[in-house]
């Protein structure tokens, strides 16, 4: 049977685990947008669809990057609270 320190540890590792997750493509992002700000600013271009454009792809190949890794860590969490929640043992969490 679940007690309420088993619900919490399980809902803090997702939360972690969605953070370390997304991280990678927020940061990508940021800088993308950092760059190409910078880029436009120099070059006194202020066309908001070259920025776009450049962060969409850069986010994209990013998450197609991530995506294995971040199946992985998924799986892992997934098997690890389904043997918390069934045996009460800690899994790999």
Same mark, same amino acid.
């Given at each position: 049977?679940?007690?309420?320190?088993?619900?919490?540890?399980?809902? %803090?590792?997702?939360? +972690? &685990? *969605?953070?370390?997750? $997304? @991280?990678? #493509?927020?940061? #990508?992002?940021?800088? $993308?947008? &950092?760059?190409?700000?910078? @880029?436009?600013? #120099?070059?006194? *271009? /202020?066309? /908001? $669809?070259?920025?776009? +454009?450049? %962060?969409?792809?850069?986010?994209?190949? +990013? *998450?197609?990057?991530?995506?294995?890794?971040?199946? /992985?860590?998924? &799986? %892992?969490?997934?098997?690890?609270?389904?043997?918390? *929640?069934? +045996?009460? %043992?800690?899994? &790999?969490?």
């Amino acid at each position: 049977m679940m007690n309420a320190a088993t619900v919490i540890e399980i809902t %803090r590792h997702a939360l +972690t &685990l *969605v953070l370390v997750l $997304s @991280l990678p #493509v927020i940061l #990508v992002a940021g800088i $993308s947008a &950092l760059l190409i700000a910078v @880029l436009q600013a #120099v070059t006194q *271009v /202020q066309d /908001q $669809s070259i920025g776009l +454009t450049v %962060r969409m792809i850069a986010v994209m190949v +990013t *998450v197609l990057l991530m995506a294995g890794w971040a199946g /992985q860590e998924l &799986l %892992r969490y997934a098997g690890g609270a389904l043997e918390l *929640v069934l +045996t009460g %043992r800690p899994g &790999l969490l």
